[in-house]
């Protein structure tokens, strides 16, 4: 183990792998082709493989004794049409640097996606979203290499089994798939979503009463520097947990111990905000040793300085069995753990 990891995390936790490469940085083919000649190694051979993007939704509680993979940054592409626009990105590029690229120009479907952490690659893995919109809303394939070798495959949105904060990448294809590329569809004459909570607030308080793409972006920016800590500050991994969802019998006794808490009607029953759970647990701003809950947000947890991996999967479980014990709700995390007694993958 002699390659370090705290700076490819977000959490700046400490922690090593055998080997990190780098692979891509161009056109797709050439992440496959630098992919291929890698595994065909024999250094490589037999040892498990990790593809990190920015490192924003994950906790290593341990050492990975195998290879980690980094996807280099890379272009963009352009394809535009009558009524939309074809928007080709590589896997290492930053997330967010794609969404100013597009507001700018004016194009719509990712506005509501603005300074989400990470890189492109990684937003199919976890289908992003935030503020009423999400990846799958928008996308039309990508480009993927088997970390095993073989062909590169196109997926396409029913391939990658999209579902809430979920993709066939946190399953069945977990740790076996490199992601290139990634095309979304854009709109050229943009349709707007303000519904989600506090939107339409900030762009009122921002003086914007017929908004853009540009405007919308903006208003969110403000929204997650205003609710969510900056991880260069004070490091986090963003959202810890999913928002559960209650059968509404176990809604109606959540809400029977705390009236305050309000869910959204969903089809399978009441999609439950995990942070007032945890703030009705009393832990906004707990701290668990060098590892707490923000101060800003429930939802967030982060490394106060020097925190172990071990440090905040402790303060994880602390927040799980605190939400259990007084509504008897699991919470699930969103962040994936990586070593200790989660296992090594």
């Avoid at 090593?16 to 082709?33: I, K, M």
């Avoid at 060098?290 to 490394?303: D, I, P, Q, T």
């Amino acid at each position: 183990m002699n390659a370090p990891l705290a700076a490819c995390n977000t959490l700046r936790v400490a922690a090593a792998a055998r080997y990190l490469v780098r692979v891509g940085g161009g056109a797709a083919d050439r992440a496959a082709r630098e992919l291929a000649e890698l595994l065909a190694g024999p250094r490589f051979d037999r040892l498990p493989r990790l593809v990190l993007g920015g490192g924003s939704n994950v906790l290593f509680a341990g050492d990975y004794p195998g290879v980690v993979i980094l996807p280099r940054a890379g272009g963009i592409a352009v394809q535009e049409k009558a009524e939309s626009v074809i928007v080709t990105a590589a896997a290492g590029h930053d997330w967010h640097r794609l969404v100013d690229y597009v507001v700018a120009r004016g194009w719509g479907g990712i506005e509501n996606l603005s300074l989400i952490p990470g890189s492109v690659g990684a937003a199919p893995i976890q289908n992003i979203g935030a503020y009423g919109a999400q990846l799958s809303d928008v996308f039309v394939d990508l480009q993927a290499a088997p970390l095993a070798g073989g062909e590169p495959r196109t997926m396409d949105g029913a391939a990658c089994a999209f579902g809430y904060r979920d993709s066939v990448f946190k399953r069945s294809l977990r740790d076996r798939m490199l992601i290139t590329e990634v095309r979304l569809r854009l709109r050229n004459r943009p349709r707007l979503n303000l519904e989600y909570a506090g939107v339409r607030a900030e762009l009122a308080q921002m003086a914007v009463a017929d908004p853009t793409v540009a405007d919308v972006s903006r208003a969110i920016v403000r929204l997650r520097r205003r609710k969510l800590p900056d991880p260069h500050l004070l490091p986090n991994a963003g959202s810890f947990f999913k928002n559960p969802v209650l059968a509404p019998n176990d809604y109606a006794q959540v809400r029977e111990r705390c009236p305050q808490i309000a869910g959204a009607a969903v089809d399978r029953g009441y999609k439950v905000p995990a942070a007032q759970l945890i703030e009705a647990c009393g832990l906004r701003g707990r701290r668990f040793g060098r590892a707490g809950v923000a101060e800003r947000h429930a939802l967030v947890l982060v490394n106060h300085g020097d925190a172990s991996g071990a440090d905040v999967l402790a303060a994880a479980r602390a927040v799980e069995e605190a939400v259990a014990e007084r509504f008897g709700v699991r919470l699930e995390r969103e962040v994936r753990v990586i070593g200790g007694e989660e296992g090594p993958v």
